[in-house]
Structures are given as structure tokens and as C-alpha cells.
């Protein structure tokens, strides 16, 4: 399993200071949507530089316009874009296409998708990279259905594409685990710890 933070309350200077204390207990580093909104993408770049050695993606979450978007999100620095699972079979390719031309990875975001797993399975042919089973900020406490669905895909596919996302702390991390996801994605529990990097060897 690779360890992604996601780093959404804060601007860039902060996430540098983060990184810096945490960087050899995390895999992937998360331009998170509020940031991407606050700061814009130009200072991606600067983020792979100081890491150069991680992955970074700019969780975009692209609903339209997927070739374009997804291009500014690779321009920009990012190796991995996200685009949503509920945007049109022609935006999703978008986005492929981009990748493809760039040398880059997907992550397609289920979030409020009604079947997500069925939906993987319909798009998993076009050879986008990952799944993300991603539990809502506004219904972060309903991981009931997080687990049902974790259930659901490992009876249709490989874990090893899947990323989970939302309120993922350690009680529920011991409840994953045995699924062996690809991606466990770490946010508020590390990025607002008093001390985060106890918070990251708590989950690592």
C-alpha cells in the first residue's frame, strides 16, 4: 500500500514545511481541490521540484473539458489528474488522451457516484490507472457504506488500482488493510495533527 497525503487546508509554503517533516513516510502528495481553488496549479511545479522523487496529484476533479483541463493539471507539474466518475465516457477518454500524449496517470474520483464498482468495470478497458472509493467531507462519517463498497470491489477486481479517501485514521485503516488497496489517501488526520509526523507513523 502507498500512503498519499492529502493537503487541502493551507497554501503552498505550509505543505513544503509539512512535506519536509513527513517526506520519507508518504508516497504520493495531494494538490488538494480547496488549494488548487485558493492557489491555482502554477506552484505545482515548484512542489515536484523540492520532492522530486514523489508523485503529485492535482486533485482537479475534472467534470468537462478533459483533454484541456487535464493538460493545464500535467503542464502544471502533476503526474496524476483526477477526473470525476460521474463525468461523460468523452471527458473521461479526454483525460486519457492527455495522459497518454504526456506520459502521465489517471485517478477517476467515485465520489456520490450511485455504483461505482460496476462503473469501473464498464470504463477499467480504456486503461485509466486508478479507482478512488472516496467517502465525502460532508458524510465523513458514513464508512459503513465506504466498507460495503471496499467489499463489493474486491469481489471484481484487483485492489491494487484502488485508492481509498475520507476520514481514513487508524481504527478504520485496521478495517482495510486485509483489502490491501493500492492508494490509502490520509488527509485531516495527519495535516491538522499537532504532530504530524507521529500522526504519519501512526498510519504507516
Not at 520532492?51 to 496524476?80: L, Q, V, W, Y
Not at 468523452?90 to 492527455?98: A, D, E, H, Q
Request: with cysteine.
Amino acid at each position: 500500500m502507498k500512503l498519499q497525503i492529502a493537503y487541502d487546508v493551507g497554501i503552498y509554503q505550509d505543505l513544503v514545511i509539512l512535506i519536509n517533516k513527513i517526506q520519507d513516510l508518504i508516497d504520493i502528495i495531494e494538490i488538494g481541490t480547496p488549494l488548487i481553488l485558493r492557489e491555482g496549479l502554477e506552484k505545482t511545479s515548484y512542489i515536484k521540484k523540492q520532492f522530486p522523487n514523489k508523485k503529485i496529484i492535482a486533485d482537479m476533479k475534472i467534470m468537462d473539458a478533459g483533454e484541456i483541463e487535464a493538460d493545464i493539471g500535467f503542464d502544471s507539474g502533476a503526474d496524476i489528474v483526477s477526473v470525476l466518475g460521474l463525468a461523460s465516457m468523452n471527458t473521461l477518454l479526454g483525460v486519457k488522451t492527455s495522459a497518454n500524449k504526456k506520459n502521465k496517470q489517471v485517478m477517476v474520483d467515485m465520489i456520490n457516484h450511485p455504483d461505482p464498482v460496476m462503473h469501473w468495470m464498464e470504463i477499467l478497458k480504456y486503461g485509466l490507472d486508478y479507482i478512488c472509493l472516496h467517502n465525502a467531507h460532508d458524510d465523513i462519517n458514513n464508512t459503513k457504506n465506504m466498507m460495503n463498497i471496499i467489499q463489493q470491489f474486491s469481489k471484481k477486481d484487483k485492489c491494487e488500482n484502488l485508492a481509498l479517501a475520507g476520514g481514513i485514521e487508524p481504527v478504520m485503516l485496521k478495517k482495510i488493510k486485509k483489502y490491501q488497496p493500492g492508494i490509502v489517501i490520509v488527509g485531516s488526520y495527519i495535516t491538522m495533527s499537532e504532530n504530524p509526523r507521529e500522526a504519519t507513523e501512526n498510519i504507516r
